[in-house]
T-cell receptor, first 112, second 118 residues
Framework: GNSVTQMEGPVTLSEEAFLTINCTYT??????LFWYVQYPGEGLQLLLK?????DKGSNKGFEATYRKETTSFHLEKGSVQVSDSAVYFC???????????FGSGTRLSIRP | GAGVSQSPSNKVTEKGKDVELRCDPI?????LYWYRQSLGQGLEFLIY????????KSGLPSDRFSAERTGGSVSTLTIQRTQQEDSAVYLC????????????????FGSGTQLSVL
């Protein structure tokens, strides 16, 4: 079936470090891919998305490239800040679906 | 309203009791979703509404779970005879239409209801 697998957390980094959170997916056809973020005490919100192969989604310094050959959508940021501390969810949907399928989430903590 | 509103924000109940969780989606959003977030688990899809009908309720874990939506707006998730394994954060989300499946829209989430079954 369709699913999303992302690296387990927690991930702890120092401020200004480089971030990668891995995400791979299993899906039939050509899904759309998303990263959602949940800041402490807030609801999930869309961070970025990519709707077709080789597309790059970007927002707030974060980037992720839709790689069909490796079925991946890894999240990267060149220099993280304390304010990036949150839980990050990789997700997918596809044309015949009525829902978004989420991964298990990766908690990121950035220390000053 | 300005965002998706859920109530209560926290609910503690005894095993065997029934609970009702409420979701007020963003005004005008026709699609509404319920998800469950258990400790250490991802978001588990429960049910999807388009207007007042539920074309996909495949994620409801058992017949103790039910949901309804009235007036194309407010939705209520009801859990009967609660069990300890029902303890989780129940999240509601809405989107303008069903465009979420094409990737052209995004889901707007509420802050959730933390349910604890003792």
């Amino acid at each position: 079936g369709n699913s999303v697998t992302q690296m387990e957390g927690p991930v702890t980094l120092s401020e200004e470090a480089f971030l990668t959170i891995n995400c791979t997916y299993t899906a039939t056809g050509y899904p759309s891919l998303f990263w959602y973020v949940q800041y402490p005490g807030e609801g999930l919100q869309l961070l970025l998305k990519a709707t077709k192969a080789d597309d790059k989604g970007s927002n707030k310094g974060f980037e992720a490239t839709y790689r069909k050959e490796t079925t991946s959508f890894h999240l990267e940021k060149g220099s993280v800040q304390v304010s990036d501390s949150a839980v990050y969810f990789c997700a997918l949907t596809y044309s015949s679906a009525s829902k978004i399928i989420f991964g298990s989430g990766t908690r990121l903590s950035i220390r000053p | 309203g300005a965002g998706v509103s859920q109530s209560p924000s926290n609910k503690v109940t005894e095993k065997g009791k029934d609970v009702e969780l409420r979701c007020d989606p963003i005004s005008g959003h026709t699609a509404l979703y319920w998800y469950r977030q258990s400790l250490g688990q991802g978001l588990e899809f429960l049910i999807y509404f388009q207007g007042n009908s539920a074309p996909d309720k495949s994620g409801l874990p058992s017949d103790r779970f039910s949901a309804e939506r009235t007036g194309g707006s407010v939705s209520t998730l009801t859990i009967q005879r609660t069990q300890q394994e029902d303890s989780a954060v129940y999240l509601c989300a809405s989107s303008l239409t069903m465009g979420v499946t094409s990737g052209n829209e995004k889901l707007f989430f509420g802050s959730g209801t933390q349910l604890s079954v003792l």
